[in-house]
């Protein structure tokens, strides 16, 4: 019986009766959650970045509607989110709903849709900085792209997952979480080249089985809400003095990828200290993630831990992200007994820290973390959460034979 085997059938049951169907007439979409080890805060300028998805997982449970109309439920927030296409807000409304609005809005730039979805999406819960959004978003191409039969390849919905959270929701981050929620494959990283869209998929030359420490703060804030547009904004800036600098032509919204490594060493001493520390975190993070690779491919999981301990460390001091709860969470599982690494995860503002860990944790580290962390934050009682994950495969559909029901397909 699989892990999520129940949370599956109960999802399948209410949609099928909300749906008016059988539960056979029910499909599912399976869309990951993320870590990104090395890369950190890089990928909004184009750099080099590694990730994996998880076996924590978002699920949306669907049934394909006759009319280009929706009606969406969610196990995690409230109220419905309902539209016919033809009066969907061509801007962002605020709620929970956007995602759906914005995979619409994707979806329709390559053509009419003429079907829409009865669905239910369960998120689950304390999946704070683990790249929720892009799940959410990723789950509703999937299923609005099996509803109105469209064929569209993973790279396609990479772009396609870019439109709703860069165009329609305002976020100006880059292509890791979607290409990692979709190119995942249990066991391997991912090292992808957001200049190119080049990806590989590197098998690990360790024995032992990887393991994810997930501290999960217990803040809960939206990243548009955060210094997250802020911190592009001084990379693009810096990208620009120090192109200049280098008699180049910066272009419109010069990225620090387009800086020689060479001009930033020659240049860095005549950029504010604010822009020199967010090009030091590029320029060092890019670093990180090429040796990263390679001790990854050569086994030496302990090398790769240490790299994600200078990365966590780099965001803290250069890229100046964090705050007291997630810097807390960062040094528990930093100075934890067998952590061969930890750092901040998603953009490092809210949410949760991660741990890897080289083999399953043994009996009363969870609770021991957790402790630790609530002598430090007792206001999160209640509200934090340890949990342990694994490598997982990117997004896809699920048969609901998986919960021991009949298969949809």
Known sequence: MRPDSERIALLVAETALAAGVPPEGVQIVRSPYRICPLGAHVDHQLGEVTGMALDRALYLAFVPREEAAVSVRSRNFAGPVKFRFSDMPARPQGDWGDYLRGAVHA???????????????????????????AAVGVAYLLALERANAIEVSPRENIELDRIIENEYIGLNNGLLDQSTILLSRRGRLMHLDCLTGKTELHECGARAELWIAVLYSGLQRQLSDTDYNRRV???????????EAEGMAPGPRPKLRSVPAEAFEKHQEALPET????????????????????????????GFGRLVTESGQS??????????????????????????????????????????????????????????????HPDMDGKAEVTFCRPADGAGFVGIADCGMQNAE
């Open 107 to 133: 979806l329709r730039r390559r053509g009419e849709l003429r079907r829409g979805l009865t669905a239910i999406v369960d998120g689950g819960e304390n999946v704070g900085g683990l790249s929720s959004s």
């Open 233 to 243: 904004a001084e990379c693009e800036e810096a990208a620009r003095r120090l192109l």
């Open 275 to 302: 822009l020199r520390r967010r090009a030091r975190h590029f320029f060092s993070e890019q670093r990180r993630v090429r040796e990263g690779v390679v001790l990854w491919r050569a086994g030496d999981l302990a």
């Open 315 to 376: 965001s803290v001091e250069n890229y100046e992200c964090g705050n007291r709860y997630l810097r807390t969470a960062w040094a528990v599982l930093r100075d934890t007994p067998g952590m061969l690494g930890a750092r901040f995860s998603g953009a490092g503002f809210r949410g949760c820290s991660i741990g890897l860990m080289a083999g399953p944790p043994d009996e009363g580290v969870g609770t021991d973390i957790l402790r630790r962390y609530l002598e430090a």
